[in-house]
Nanobody, 115 residues
Framework: QVQLVESGGGLVQAGGSLRLSCAANTDIFSGNTLAWYRQAPGKQRELVATVESSGRENYATFVRGRFTFSRDSAENAVYLTMTLLTSEDSANYYC?????????WGRGTQVAVDS
């Protein structure tokens, strides 16, 4: 079973940057879609970015140009580098893997942007 652990969240000033990490206990890249989601208090979970098995990346409009998805296959890890953060980016961030066996989620890492 795939296990995902996010880290790297914290408190940052508006305009600052953070790099979130998602570590897996197994290979998560072969034929799978990887994604980052976020959920702010009182709001629905929303998709931030995806990477398809082909390597194609997709970003939500509200983060395009500011957030970047990256990966380290040797470490079974994915990253989300976030720049030009605003208070609207404050949320719990989750990584997710869609595999033929099912969809797996981490527990999330909290990001708070102080304006």
């Amino acid at each position: 079973q795939v296990q995902l652990v996010e880290s790297g969240g914290g408190l940052v000033q508006a305009g600052g940057s953070l790099r979130l990490s998602c570590a897996a206990n197994t290979d998560i890249f072969s034929g799978n879609t990887l994604a980052w989601y976020r959920q702010a208090p009182g709001k629905q979970r929303e998709l931030v970015a995806t990477v398809e098995s082909s390597g194609r990346e997709n970003y939500a409009t509200f983060v395009r140009g500011r957030f970047t998805f990256s990966r380290d296959s040797a470490e079974n890890a994915v990253y989300l580098t976030m720049t030009l953060l605003t208070s609207e980016d404050s949320a719990n961030y989750y990584c997710s893997v869609v595999t033929p066996a099912g969809v797996y989620w981490g527990r999330g890492t909290q990001v708070a942007v102080d304006s």
